[in-house]
């Protein structure tokens, strides 16, 4: 297909500029009119995505991508089909490719290294998972703003090696070679079945060339590629680059070794070996590493596009790396020193023996101290009776930070601590990352003060780190409800547990939730509609099989949420399909002129100011009123709501289907998918004194303010509990 110009739409999408073209398609930096977010946008050609089964095979391989969830792996958000084309809409990294960095300053070894060593470690984890890249090559190594190398196009070459061989077996091409020849090893010239050592070997040739700032071969067609990798011994790398130690040389050998069997057999054991080399290990190496190796420009590439190379603090090279060090040591001490002397004073001495932890029915809000950076967060830290005697919930969070912990008291003052930790790197939320927390607390005396001791462990690359905390209580302390609310207003951390943790079922994640239901606004499962009751006809009668069938023995039956405030006793009913979503109110008293609004917001946006939400009003069972507010803008919107209304003995009953499809264009809900809802019934014509006062109400109080509304659960089975 022709480029596509700046300004120009794709579905959803403005395209900004033109970035590249790769093996498979053409790559746009676009813009995601519905998130607000930059995004890299690969159109893949038709060529490639021609066949039947295509779009289904690189959904599966996108979902196997997504779940690796490491940051030196770029993110594949989603695959997108406008027309006949289809693209792939992934994390947008800024900083160019290794590539460009190479034909730009140039790199340093220790950069080199740096990069190698971010490529493995994403490598490993894929290994882990029983994938393998396939096209390792300085063009698919992007470099972030913060130095880090990120690997991107998994799955892309595999499904490009399944469309060559099907074109070759019907003779449609006279393509000989599947992937990027001059990365790829030997054994793939044979049709081998790609293994782990195929990555180690493209990642040892792309090390050798970014250190000697050539390839190991100078072929210039694949056939002469064959006979030099056959005849032609490399060339060690400590001969084509100065201050290379013999270790280092002897690695990237290795790992470029013709016999498979003789490399490492895979990136987790290729990555111990790179971390033990001279120029990592040693001030003598690491100095000897900061000399900088230009690659010249070969004819058959493309000028590079103004490439964003390393961040300042890396160009400052070990030096700064050796005073931070002794930073870190200096404020580790001074803070274990303050620390014992807080703990150890005479007037404390006595109160870190066993003392009784607060009382079960109190919570309480801390700031906390690192100890080792003297950091203050203040109002950082909750904690709350559990549901079982002797625990406490625990909740911390800043900015774009999560825990969520569950204490047990044990004696002697002792807390035991579990749970997990969340993050996005920054406020763009371009890489998350999350894992466990483990740990213990002790109480400091009747002050409730106390102190923690925790291990944060990554779930990404299994790394630990361990930090010590004052919680200091301080009387003047926000609620326990305060500090929820203000967590669920953050512009980051709804998004960290809606779109990160629990799409990834992590027990911890639904505890937080819970926490919140149980102080803040509820929570209902949304149960599908029975297979065999009959639907749901919108007449305003609450009659049909489906919003009867209801344990009535639990409390708070499946799709029923009882009405939260008002004088008047009231139910909102739910129900959903593949088509959409169908919402019964009932309110127990009769109404001259009822009105109801409804807030929905279906997507949690990052920031989450910017999440759609979509508000209708309704009067006497008809809607008057219908806006769609995205990135902080409210704009009518046409609604394609059904509702309608009825009085009956003196109880007003009303039914609404929202379709999913009018929200723009959202696919189905399935079942673990959330949203948040806030609806509140009034009389326009009632004797209060004010007529905006709800009669009944669901979610919260600020009905707008969807964020804090009530939470639907899309459930995988009816009423009954079948699984349709």
């Keep these: ?411 002697d003052g002792v807390l035991r601590l579990e749970g997990g930790w969340a993050e996005y790197a920054d406020d763009t939320a371009r890489v998350f990352r999350h894992g466990t927390v483990s740990g213990t607390a002790r109480w400091l005396g009747a002050s409730e003060d106390s102190s923690a001791t925790l291990e944060f462990r990554s779930a990404q690359d299994g790394s630990r780190r361990s930090r010590v905390f004052l919680l200091r209580h301080r009387a003047d302390s926000e609620s326990d409800v305060s500090f929820l609310r203000r967590l669920e207003a953050a512009e980051h951390i709804q998004p960290i547990i809606y779109r990160e943790l629990l799409p990834r079922k992590l027990a911890w994640a639904e505890h937080l939730e819970g926490l919140c239901a149980s102080v803040l606004s509820p929570r209902v499962t949304v149960p599908r509609l029975s297979a065999d009751a009959g639907g749901i006809d919108i007449n305003g009668r609450l009659d049909e099989a489906d919003w009867h069938l209801v344990h009535l023995s639990h409390d708070q039956p499946p799709g029923r949420l009882p009405a939260q405030a008002g004088e008047t006793d009231g139910d909102l009913l739910l129900r959903y399909d593949e088509r959409g979503l169908y919402i019964g109110l009932r309110v127990r008293e009769a109404l001259a002129a009822p009105n109801a609004t409804i807030v929905l917001l279906n997507r949690h946006s990052v920031p989450l100011s910017h999440s759609p939400r979509w508000s209708v009003q309704i009067e006497n069972g008809a809607i008057v009123a219908s806006h769609h507010t995205a990135h902080g803008k409210s704009e009518a919107w046409t609604c394609a709501w059904q509702t309608a209304h009825a009085m009956l003995d003196d109880e007003w009953q009303a039914e609404v289907f929202v379709p999913f499809d009018n929200l723009n264009g959202a696919p189905p809900a399935q079942p673990g998918d959330r949203w948040r809802m806030n609806c509140a019934v009034s009389d326009t014509q009632s004797s209060k004194p004010s007529a905006l006062i709800a009669v009944a109400r669901w979610g919260y109080e600020e009905v707008p303010r969807a964020e804090h509304g009530a939470v639907l659960v899309f459930g995988a089975a009816d009423a009954f509990g079948n699984i349709p």
């Design 1 to 411: 297909m022709e480029l596509l110009a700046p300004g120009k739409r794709f579905g959803k999408y403005r395209i900004l500029r033109h970035i590249g073209r790769g093996g498979m398609g053409v790559v746009y930096l676009a813009e995601d009119s519905d998130l607000g977010r930059r995004i890299a946008l690969k159109v893949l050609d038709r060529d490639v995505t021609s066949s039947e089964d295509f779009e289904d095979r690189f959904r599966q391989e996108a979902r196997v991508i997504a779940a690796l969830d490491h940051p030196n792996i770029v993110i594949i958000h989603t695959l997108e089909r406008v027309g006949d084309e289809i693209a792939i809409d992934m994390a947008y990294v800024d900083g160019g490719s290794l590539e460009d960095a190479e034909h730009g300053s140039g790199l340093t070894v220790y950069a080199a290294l740096s990069h190698a060593h971010d490529v493995l470690k994403a490598l490993a984890c894929c290994h882990e998972a029983g994938i393998v890249h396939r096209d390792v090559k300085p063009s698919n190594i992007l470099m972030a703003a913060d130095g880090r190398a990120l690997l991107s196009d998994f799955g892309l070459a595999k499904l490009l090696a399944t469309h060559q061989t099907s074109s070759i077996l019907t003779k449609s091409t006279t393509s000989l070679f599947i992937g990027t020849p001059q990365y790829a090893p030997p054994e793939s010239w044979d049709g081998h079945e790609p293994a782990p050592t195929w990555d180690v070997y493209s990642t040892g040739v792309v090390l050798y060339e970014a250190i000697a700032t050539r390839m190991p071969y100078d072929a210039e067609t694949p056939y002469a590629l064959i006979k030099q990798m056959i005849e032609r011994p490399i060339p060690p790398l400590h001969e084509m680059a100065e201050n290379v130690s013999p270790e280092l040389s002897g690695l990237v050998a290795n790992m470029m070794d013709r016999d498979p069997t003789m490399r490492p057999p895979d990136a987790s054991e290729a990555l111990a070996r790179l971390a033990l080399v001279p120029e990592l290990t040693t001030d003598v190496g690491r100095q000897s590493a900061r000399t900088r190796f230009l690659k010249p420009k070969p004819r058959r590439r493309a000028a590079p596009r103004n490439p964003r190379l390393f961040t300042p603090a890396r160009l400052k090279g070990w030096g700064a790396v050796a005073v931070s060090v002794f930073v870190l040591i200096v404020a580790w001490t001074s803070g274990t020193y303050w620390f014992e002397r807080v703990t150890n004073t005479p007037d404390t001495r006595r109160a870190i023996q066993p003392t009784p932890e607060p009382a079960a029915s109190s919570y309480a809000v801390f700031d906390t101290v690192d100890t080792a950076t003297q950091e203050v967060r203040p109002n950082h830290w909750l904690m709350r009776p559990g549901t079982e005697p002797a625990t406490w919930d625990v909740v911390a969070f800043e900015s774009t930070r999560l825990w969520c912990l569950r204490g047990r008291s044990e004696e």
